[in-house]
């Protein structure tokens, strides 16, 4: 699914992939309003936080300095889980988003930057023999458990690959995806800032429960990332978009969702 044009300029700014984007989520929840919780993560490493308010809050991360006054974003999915987002307050090229499970006392952190340009200007095939991805944006993940130390890890899945998906973002944005394996996917969109194109980016799909995963993909024409959660019950995706200018390099984040639509499943090697 590529465009038929390759003008760079037909390719919108991260500004613009953000315009009005966010029409098919829900307002955030402030349930976590007033609640503190340590996630001990994968390797030992221990994440605070204190939800100060239903949109404020104070973090700090094992090696690296606290940080206070924090705004968020968190958005109730089912069953006592959550996807929480923010860009850290002290460094805009640092995106942190949260899948926290309350019920079960488990979390993934999913931590993504564009602070590394120096594969910017390589050729894919560079980057791809110099870093093993052929996008700039990277993204890491890390299981954990909450408040009690433990053992978690939340596994990749196949469920979604061979699946056609639509998803309405709002009357104005509108994107196909096709899960084609366990690193790649196709986008298309059919309403929106990207409108007539498309492109083959390399994404991870992860189980979070009964028909609920987290999606992540990287972009690798503009330094774009994104994280969802989607909700195969509902039909449901909510989740962010966070990347930079590729000219100025000003960074933008935004919490997006979307209805969704089972276009077609196409069975794998067909």
């Not at 038929?4 to 315009?19: E, F, K, M, R, Y």
């Not at 433990?150 to 596994?155: K, L, M, R, T």
Request: glycine share 10%; with cysteine; hydrophobic share 35%.
């Amino acid at each position: 699914m590529t465009s038929a044009s390759t003008n760079a300029g037909d390719w919108p700014q991260i500004a613009d992939i953000l315009a009005n984007h966010a029409g098919g989520r829900p307002d955030p929840s402030t349930e976590l309003s007033g609640r503190k919780h340590t996630i001990f993560l994968a390797g030992g490493t221990e994440l605070a936080l204190d939800f100060e308010t239903g949109d404020v809050l104070n973090w700090s991360l094992a090696g690296r300095p606290g940080v206070l006054g924090q705004p968020y974003q968190a958005f109730w999915m089912r069953d006592g889980g959550y996807f929480v987002d923010f860009i850290d307050r002290t460094d805009q090229l640092l995106s942190f988003s949260l899948w926290l499970d309350l019920a079960k006392g488990t979390a993934l952190l999913i931590e993504g930057s564009v602070a590394d340009r120096s594969l910017e200007n390589e050729n894919l095939l560079t980057r791809i023999e110099r870093s093993g991805s052929q996008s700039v944006p990277k993204l890491s993940y890390r299981s954990g458990t909450i408040d009690v130390a433990g053992s978690h890890d939340y596994p990749r899945t196949s469920a979604l690959l061979g699946k056609y998906l639509r998803y309405v973002y709002s009357d104005t944005h509108v994107y196909d995806h096709y899960y084609q394996n366990d690193k790649y996917y196709y986008w298309y969109c059919w309403k929106g800032p990207d409108a007539g194109i498309g492109e083959f980016d390399e994404a991870a799909y992860f189980d979070l429960g009964e028909e609920l995963y987290l999606v992540a993909w990287t972009e690798k024409l503009l330094p774009c990332l994104a994280v969802t959660v989607e909700d195969h019950r509902a039909m449901t995706s909510i989740g962010k978009i966070f990347g930079a200018d590729s000219h100025s390099w000003q960074t933008g984040n935004n919490t997006v969702g979307a209805k969704m639509t089972l276009v077609h499943a196409i069975p794998a090697g067909v």
